[in-house]
Every structure is written in structure tokens, then in C-alpha cells.
């Protein structure tokens, strides 16, 4: 979480505000410094209060400030990892703002997966299949579908390798190509990538809703 909005200086910000005719006078000024320094109580309660209010935010509450947010979201911890447990969380975010947008079921799977690139294709059918490449997490990956919208149904694949094996296009006796071109992966008929015709590691079905 950024700082700014912290006040690192309430001396300075302190003599700022004295009227313009005491703006030379050193005494006066060394008064007010002297009050409200550093190393007076002001700038303590600053510090001490910056840490209350910035451990209230999701992305750095640990422990009972975790299980507060849980709370309000009506999320009970999963998982006695805070890491895990953020996740979790982030995703009921998710879940709870969510319209069915593509962006916001993209979000989700790196989310819960940790995935280092995720694809996003819509299907016929109000259909739509994510490809999670590079994951480390699966232990929040059936609740995905529950970020789409009503009545989408949502396939979730994925694989701890970066370079899945995808089906491309493929033609007929005509030369007429059929599929679609895409942008990742190797594999039969894939041409984006290299032309290759055979590669690619195997994914695994992790959700289908």
C-alpha cells in the first residue's frame, strides 16, 4: 500500500501555516518544531495510526485483522495461511462485484491460481473457457464459475507449464480452414506460434459449472 496520504512532517507543515510576518522569526519557529517534531508525541500517534488504518487494507491484513474483513464479507477462513486466506477473500470480492465480465473471471483465475497468463475464449451457447497457463493453486478454483454470469456455464482448464497443447485450425480436402488461431500453446494445425504441427504440454480440467 502506498504512504501517500502519510504525514511525514508535521513540523514543517506546522511552521507553514504561521502568518507571514513570523516567517523570519527563528525563535518562533523553532517553538513550534519543538512542539510538533519528531520527536514529539504528534508524529508518534501519526506513525502509530497509519499502521492501524493501512493493516485494515486487504492486500496487508494478517491474522485478526484478516478475520475481521472475513467477517464483513461473511468468508470464514478456509485455510490457516494468511496468503491463502487473502486470496480467498479477494475472490468473494470478486464474486460479490462481479456482472459476469470477462476482465473480472480473468482476475479471478490468476487470483485463486497464480496462473502467469490466462486466456479467455467465448463459446456458442453463452459458453465461455478459461486456460490457466502456469498455475500454482487449485484450492479455490471450483468457486470461478460463480464470478461468471447467470446462466454462463464456465470451463476452467489449466497447467503448470506455460506452453499448453491447443488444437488449432484444421482443414478440409478443399483447403478450407476451420477453428481458430491462437495466440499461445503448440500443438496439431496451431500456426500462430511457429507453424508447429505437434508440442505442447497437456492441461488438466479443473472446473466445469
Do not use: C
Request: charged content about 20%.
Amino acid at each position: 500500500m502506498s504512504e501517500a496520504g502519510k504525514q511525514f512532517d508535521h513540523a514543517g507543515v506546522a511552521v507553514g501555516l504561521l502568518p507571514g510576518q513570523f516567517e523570519d522569526s527563528t525563535n518562533l519557529q523553532a517553538l513550534v518544531r519543538a512542539l510538533v517534531g519528531e520527536d514529539h508525541a504528534i508524529q508518534e500517534l501519526e506513525d502509530v495510526l497509519w499502521v492501524l488504518y493501512s493493516q485494515r487494507w486487504l492486500w496487508f491484513a494478517t491474522g485478526a485483522a484478516q478475520d475481521g474483513l472475513g467477517d464483513i464479507l461473511d468468508e470464514p477462513r478456509a485455510s490457516e495461511s494468511d496468503a491463502l486466506y487473502r486470496d480467498q477473500l479477494y475472490l468473494k470480492v470478486l464474486i460479490n462485484v462481479s456482472q459476469g465480465e470477462p476482465e473480472r473471471l480473468i482476475e479471478a483465475v490468476q487470483r485463486v491460481t497464480g496462473a502467469s497468463e490466462v486466456h479467455l475464449i467465448e463459446k456458442l451457447h453463452a459458453t465461455v473457457v478459461l486456460y490457466a497457463h502456469g498455475l500454482v493453486n487449485t484450492l479455490f478454483i471450483y468457486r470461478v464459475p460463480q464470478v461468471a454470469a447467470g446462466g454462463v456455464k464456465t470451463v476452467v482448464t489449466g497447467s503448470e507449464s506455460t506452453n499448453p497443447f491447443v488444437f488449432g485450425k484444421d482443414g478440409d480436402a478443399s483447403g478450407t480452414l476451420y477453428g481458430e488461431e491462437l495466440d499461445y500453446g503448440t500443438g496439431w494445425g496451431e500456426s500462430g506460434v511457429g507453424n508447429e504441427s505437434e508440442g505442447g504440454d497437456f492441461a488438466e480440467l479443473f472446473e466445469q459449472h
